[in-house]
């Protein structure tokens, strides 16, 4: 029995098909911006901020107050901080020196982070490693 070539030019087309829509949604499709706390001013769009927190967190995340956190860039090299107001899940490893990445948006100089968004960063990939001297 011989096949037909429709069947395999069809198959390989639709093949092509998925492959392309699998590329395009993983490179554009649910892609969210991070910035840190000193290119964030005048943004209006939701984003995700990454940066250290620095002071004190004051405030519960689960009170209409939220919990309250400053965030600086965590290159060092700019001075600026913004402050976030959280509600949601507080990760175990959350605390002051901490690198975080929170999605929301900034309102009145204030960035608003979504519901649950807040992710610590693992302390153990930002350290140097130990050197094995014996």
Wanted: aromatic share 6%; charged share 15%.
């Amino acid at each position: 029995m011989k096949r037909s070539p429709a069947r395999l030019v069809i198959a390989l087309s639709v093949a092509a098909v998925l492959a392309v829509f699998i590329l395009y949604t993983a490179i554009a499709g649910n892609a969210t911006t991070q910035l840190s706390p000193s290119t964030l001013a005048g943004t209006t769009r939701h984003v995700a901020v990454v940066g250290i927190v620095v002071g004190k967190p004051t405030g519960d995340a689960h009170s209409a107050g939220g919990l309250r956190f400053r965030l600086k860039d965590d290159s060092g090299t700019s001075a600026a901080r913004v402050l976030v107001v959280y509600h949601g899940t507080v990760p175990p490893l959350f605390r002051t020196g901490r690198h975080v990445v929170l999605s929301g948006r900034l309102r009145n100089g204030v960035f608003v982070g979504d519901n649950s968004s807040l992710v610590t960063k693992c302390p153990s990939k930002y350290t140097p490693a130990k050197s094995k001297k014996t």
